[in-house]
């Protein structure tokens, strides 16, 4: 357990470490339950750091011997770590420790995931394996000798000996502790070659569980894809002989960039048509290619400290989102980052958690990866690049690597490059790391029959700790269009920079120059979502009709349509009729165009979340209730169904099975538009289709997309059973089955389903990916989890706490389901605040899961 009393960490206390490291030599004696770790670190005083203690991170180590320079000295030992007396010039510190992968359960440090050794040392994990100063700003270069019976020893760099029950590692490249990484056990390795643009050769492995091998193909593909897109894009080359990626089944989180030895949770890395969806191959594309970014923006230049999280994360992310752009689609891949930061960080800044991208003070480091250092970290860099264009943007990044390449910097440091490049004053725009809260731009429009005026207004709202906020750098990509529906003014980017603006467009004039009658222009403003705030623009439901028709803007195109979809349901869910006929009409229109990517089409029919609508209810000012949004977007799902009834079904028929499988984005956009249809049409064929696409299915995206259509429509008890009782023996197939059936469930049964589930004698609960199929899965049902009788929240709750002991990572990122709490009707809102009390009140809860509940309780 953590320590009692949480100490809060402040950015503006940051001081470097008194010593500089020149060398590190580590000995593993891998044993479950007794592991001895030897460190050999090389010390010398730091000339540009202020005098400080010699105090070395560790936790939970058993200290078996320490000396300096070959003496042995007796060092003080506190629950954080140790300080010890040194002297005042260079010296070698060799310490020995004892540690227990196999009961380390938080799967931090060095654990055991089915009898494979593995590590997680970010953020803060290396102090869990050896005294060392544990801090991304101090780098060295490694060396590693593992001595272990196991076939497979790995650990990062290059391979520089190997015999019988030993290996070794040498990493040339300076690094943080956070980056080590060891992997030992019976693995199997997929291998194949990459030869950089510079000619090196590089030996690339996968490392699965024997019986795995066939699972790899995607990732490897993937990774060569990653390799030679930073070369091209970026002129970024990889700098070892060897690149491993290994996967394990207990992972906290997605995947590592561990230097030259990533390390993924299996659900990212193992893919067959027959037990992966789509979605799955996109995003085991997607994370594979992030982390292998990783390895210039994060481990060659690297962070200062943890505050500066978002400057190797929002640009990583960034540009593991331009990868993916430019393998997929880049209008489908806009909507869908969009569609995060709306559904996921809106929500997290909007409320008790909210925090700036560069936050200033952290109990638990682990609880800042987040939505906002992530998503909103990359918007940041994506609007960065918008404002300085292509160009400067490249120069900019080349100069960032030249200058800064084995260091560890700052946000100031990543600005500086642009600035320096460009001529540019960055320093308003650097508000957007300091100031959390979504910005609402606020958009009132005259026309005096010759200048069109837009007036702006933004504000942010008050978050924790930050009652004003001072006016933000927006990027607005915006463009005119002419009433008939041709363009008067193609894609133009303005800077909003005041806290009231106003922009004057000569209308009469651009209809001149188009030969068009004069007429009032129709804005598209914010098109491709072009910077991460709440544009308030009071629209007709004609206007929405007419930009969906007529957008020469893919993502505003979607935007109208989802628009209209808004408009209608938060009508139903407060009882309000409104006439669907405009949406409907939409959806024709944008079904039957053949122009139009199925992927696309795909995205106009999906309804918002409840989740969504919930919180646009919220900010227009009404309470939500979560039944009624359920049954609103169910009626909507009924009557769409009913309309479109031939369209749907001929549109499912054309797309359900685009030929042999193949995870592109081409086939995979036919099978998400056809799935969508079958969706709606198990509502009105009593789930015949779907029963029938299950019976047939050879790939996982059409046997899944199948049954959640039945369990949707509270059919799909036998399918259930043929499915688990075909994929009992697949641990990631049967995740899937755990969270389909919890997601799935009608609100009145959520909580039952997934107690009944936490009885199946497969509810592993220790391995986080069971755990988050099954209680995670429990907050996604919104109407489920917030069920009136607050069954939903006793469970989850009781489940965090159960957790919490054993993995406070995992338990503490769990926790923030409650975070939306004060949207509800004061019955929820009491029900839920008493839950997190308990959860507060809860003796022994981990510093964690408690820095959570205190933020959430504000
Ligand atoms: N840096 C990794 C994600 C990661 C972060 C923390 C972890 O444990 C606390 C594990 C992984 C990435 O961005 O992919
Ligand atoms: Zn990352």
Redesign the pocket.
């Known amino acids: 357990m953590k320590d009692a009393a949480p100490q809060t960490i402040h950015l503006k206390d940051y001081a470097p470490f008194p010593w500089i490291v020149d060398r590190v030599d580590l000995t593993f004696r891998l044993s479950p339950t007794t592991t001895r770790v030897l460190a050999r670190v090389a010390y010398r005083p730091n000339p540009e750091a202020g005098d400080g203690p010699f105090f070395l991170h560790g936790e939970d180590l058993r200290l078996i011997s320490a000396a300096i320079d070959g003496t042995p000295v007796a060092p003080r030992i506190t629950p954080e770590g140790l300080t010890c007396d040194v002297p005042d010039r260079a010296f070698l510190w060799e310490a020995e420790v004892e540690i227990a992968p196999e009961s380390n359960t938080a799967l931090?440090g060095l654990y055991m995931s089915g009898g494979i050794y593995s590590t997680?040392c970010?953020?803060e994990?290396f102090r869990k394996i050896t005294y060392y100063p544990d801090r991304p700003d101090v780098m060295a270069p490694f060396r590693v000798r593992i001595e272990s019976a196991a076939p497979v020893l790995l650990s990062n760099g290059n391979q520089t000996g190997r015999g019988d029950g030993w290996a070794e590692w040498d990493d040339p490249w300076p690094k943080p502790a956070y980056l080590f990484a060891l992997v030992a056990g019976d693995l199997v390795a997929v291998r194949d070659r990459f030869v950089t643009r510079a000619g090196r050769e590089v030996d690339l492995a996968i490392w699965v569980r024997p019986g795995d091998e066939g699972k790899c193909d995607w990732a490897l593909t993937s990774l060569k894809a990653s390799m030679t897109w930073d070369e091209e894009t970026y002129g970024r080359e990889y700098d070892l002989d060897i690149f491993n990626i290994v996967a394990v089944d207990d992972?906290?989180?997605?995947?590592?960039?561990n230097k030259g030895l990533n390390i993924f949770n299996s659900a990212l890395v193992l893919a067959s048509p027959e037990t992966a969806t789509d979605r799955d191959y996109e995003r085991i594309e997607a994370?594979i290619a992030?982390?292998y970014f990783?390895n210039w923006t994060?481990n060659r230049v690297t962070c200062r400290d943890w505050f500066q999280l978002c400057l190797?994360?929002g640009l990583?992310?960034f540009r593991d989102q331009q990868f993916t752009s430019d393998m997929r689609s880049a209008p489908v891949k806009r909507i869908e980052d969009a569609l995060m930061m709306r559904s996921r960080q809106f929500r997290e800044d909007g409320g008790p958690l909210a925090h700036p991208v560069r936050p200033e003070e952290f109990v638990e480091?682990?609880n800042f990866?987040t939505t906002t250092v992530?998503d909103k970290g990359a918007e940041v860099v994506s609007m960065l690049k918008r404002l300085i264009g292509d160009n400067a943007w490249r120069a900019g990044c080349d100069l960032y690597f030249e200058r800064h390449d084995g260091q560890a910097v700052t946000i100031e440091d990543w600005l500086r490059a642009f600035a320096d490049v460009t001529g540019r004053d960055l320093s308003q725009f650097q508000r957007w790391y300091s100031q959390a809260g979504t910005p609402r731009l606020s958009v009132t429009e005259a026309w005096d029959g010759e200048t069109l005026r837009l007036t702006f207004v933004q504000v942010t709202p008050p978050t924790p700790g930050q009652p004003d906020k001072g006016p933000q750098v927006i990027p607005l990509t915006m463009g005119l269009l002419h009433p008939d529906g041709s363009e008067l003014m193609p894609s133009t980017t303005i800077e909003v920079t005041e806290a009231t603006q106003t922009v004057d467009f000569d209308g009469a004039a651009l209809c001149a120059k188009q030969g068009k009658p004069v007429a009032r222009p129709v804005p598209s403003l914010l098109r491709d979502f072009s910077a991460p705030v709440i544009l308030d623009r009071p629209l007709t439901t004609e206007d929405r009709a007419f930009l969906l028709a007529h957008d020469t803007d893919p993502f505003n195109r979607w935007e109208a349509g989802r628009g209209l979809a808004r408009e209608v349901l938060m009508a139903r869910a407060t009882g309000t009729d409104f006439d669907d006929a405009a949406y409907l009409d939409g959806l024709r229109a944008v079904l039957s165009d053949p122009a139009l990517d199925p992927a696309f089409k795909a995205l106009v029919l999906a309804l918002p979340s409840e989740d969504d609508l919930a919180q646009s209810l919220f900010d227009a000012g009404t309470t939500p209730d979560p039944a009624a949004i359920h049954d609103a977007a169910e009626i909507q799902r009924r009557r769409t169904a009913e309309a479109l009834g031939d369209l749907l079904a001929e549109t499912h028929a054309a797309n359900a099975t685009p030929g042999r499988y193949c995870p592109d984005a081409d086939q995979a956009g036919r099978r998400g538009l056809a799935n969508a249809t079958l969706s709606l049409l198990s509502r009105t064929d009593d789930g015949a289709r779907a029963a029938a696409q299950f019976a047939e299915a050879d790939n996982m995206t059409q046997s899944l997309a199948a049954l959640s259509a039945l369990l949707n429509i509270g059919r799909g008890a036998e399918e259930l059973s043929t499915f688990e009782a075909r994929w009992s023996g697949d641990r990631l197939v049967m995740d899937k089955w755990f969270a389909l059936q919890v997601m799935c469930a009608a609100p009145d049964k959520a909580a039952d389903v997934a107690r009944g589930l936490t009885e199946h004698p497969a509810f592993t609960w220790k391995t986080p990916n069971r755990f988050r199929a099954v209680i995670g899965s429990l907050a996604g049902n919104a109407a489920g989890f917030h069920h009136a009788s607050g069954a939903a929240y006793t469970l989850f709750a009781d489940w965090v706490l159960k957790l919490d002991p054993i993995n406070p990572?995992t338990a503490a990122r769990m926790s923030t389901a409650f975070e939306t709490w004060r949207r509800y009707d004061p019955a929820r809102q009491e029900r839920i605040r008493d839950t997190i009390r308990r959860i507060r009140d809860t003796p022994g809860l981990s510093r964690d899961t408690g820095e959570m509940v205190e933020r959430m309780l504000g």
């Open positions: 931090e997680q970010e953020a994990g992972f906290n989180a997605g995947a590592m960039e994370v992030h982390e990783h994060g190797k994360e990583t992310v480091i682990n990866y992530y990572q």
